[in-house]
């Protein structure tokens, strides 16, 4: 939504929010352990998926059908990074877990309702598998590498100050006058898009600690739900069927990956 703002310049918008959380990442590194030697690897490797997410995100929101590409690419994730992380690294999810990652995704595709009819649905949908693509990749990388850091939350600010300042870096050779204006203009918006990114995320990677990476990535798209259920309660927009169904798939999944 912050990105969506900046309908003029999303590329800008996301590269400042990828930079708001670098600057908060680096104010916070001297107060937590440095992840150690094993995970750098990892961290190094997941900086490049990284970078392109919000490259790619930056394109999503400027030519597609966001209501369509964004349940795609977040439905889809979960079901990547749980093939993945079988293959490379022997972590299967149990029947009930996977029952409960194929509600949530199935969940999230539903949003999307009757979008997938569109003229350029077909477009809309290859890029944001593309995407999910990418989140895979990143997901199961920092999955891997925060499990051998020994700290999450030292890992999770090294991997948003690469992140970041990698982006800040070219977009300042790139688009230099129009991220300074951004910048200028609408600061609270990197810093606390920034800020939310990286709650957001390393909770997700603390939870990889303690939890199988897929049911971790899956439970993370029930946020969801949240916007879901204000949007119909609070905003009293219409509850259509595949909002209600898409609801009830989100928390069957979420309590059968609980009880997996």
């Given at each position: 939504?912050?990105?969506?703002?900046?309908?003029?310049d999303s590329?800008?918008?996301?590269?400042?929010?990828?930079a708001?959380?670098?600057?908060?990442?680096?104010?916070?590194?001297?107060?937590?352990?440095?992840?150690?030697?094993?995970?750098w690897?990892?961290?190094?490797?997941?900086?490049?998926?990284?970078?392109?997410?919000y490259?790619?995100?930056?394109?999503?929101?400027?030519?597609?059908?966001?209501?369509?590409?964004?349940?795609?690419?977040?439905?889809?994730?979960?079901?990547?990074?749980?093939?993945?992380?079988?293959?490379?690294?022997?972590?299967?999810?149990?029947?009930?877990?996977?029952?409960?990652?194929?509600?949530?995704?199935?969940?999230?595709?539903?949003?999307?309702?009757?979008?997938?009819?569109?003229?350029?649905?077909?477009?809309?949908?290859?890029?944001?598998?593309?995407?999910?693509?990418?989140?895979?990749?990143?997901?199961?990388?920092?999955?891997?590498?925060?499990?051998?850091?020994?700290?999450?939350?030292?890992?999770?600010?090294?991997?948003?100050?690469?992140?970041?300042?990698?982006?800040?870096?070219?977009?300042?050779?790139?688009?230099?006058?129009?991220m300074?204006?951004?910048?200028?203009?609408?600061?609270?918006?990197?810093?606390?898009?920034?800020?939310?990114?990286l709650?957001?995320?390393?909770?997700?990677?603390?939870?990889?600690?303690?939890?199988?990476?897929?049911?971790?990535?899956?439970?993370?798209?029930?946020?969801?739900?949240?916007?879901?259920?204000?949007?119909?309660?609070?905003?009293?927009?219409?509850?259509?069927?595949?909002?209600?169904?898409?609801?009830?798939?989100?928390?069957?999944?979420?309590?059968?990956?609980?009880?997996?």
């Open positions: 939504a912050l990105i969506k703002r900046h309908d003029q590329l800008v918008a996301s590269i400042g929010i990828a708001g959380a670098a600057l908060i990442s680096l104010c916070l590194l001297p107060l937590v352990p440095a992840p150690a030697p094993a995970s690897p990892f961290l190094a490797a997941s900086s490049v998926p990284q970078i392109a997410y490259l790619l995100i930056a394109k999503v929101y400027r030519g597609s059908d966001l209501g369509l590409a964004y349940p795609v690419m977040r439905g889809t994730a979960p079901l990547f990074v749980t093939a993945a992380n079988a293959i490379l690294f022997g972590e299967s999810l149990s029947p009930l877990g996977l029952v409960g990652v194929g509600c949530i995704c199935g969940g999230v595709l539903l949003i999307a309702g009757g979008r997938f009819k569109g003229s350029d649905a077909g477009k809309t949908v290859l890029t944001a598998l593309g995407i999910a693509l990418v989140i895979a990749a990143y997901t199961v990388l920092d999955g891997a590498g925060v499990r051998r850091s020994g700290s999450a939350a030292g890992y999770t600010l090294w991997v948003f100050l690469l992140t970041g300042a990698a982006l800040f870096g070219w977009t300042m050779l790139r688009r230099r006058p129009q300074l204006q951004s910048v200028a203009t609408d600061f609270w918006i990197p810093l606390g898009g920034g800020g939310a990114s709650l957001s995320y390393g909770i997700a990677l603390w939870a990889m600690t303690k939890a199988p990476v897929a049911a971790v990535a899956a439970l993370r798209e029930t946020s969801i739900l949240f916007a879901v259920l204000i949007s119909m309660i609070l905003l009293r927009e219409k509850a259509t069927w595949n909002r209600i169904a898409a609801a009830m798939l989100l928390t069957a999944g979420a309590v059968a990956i609980r009880l997996s």
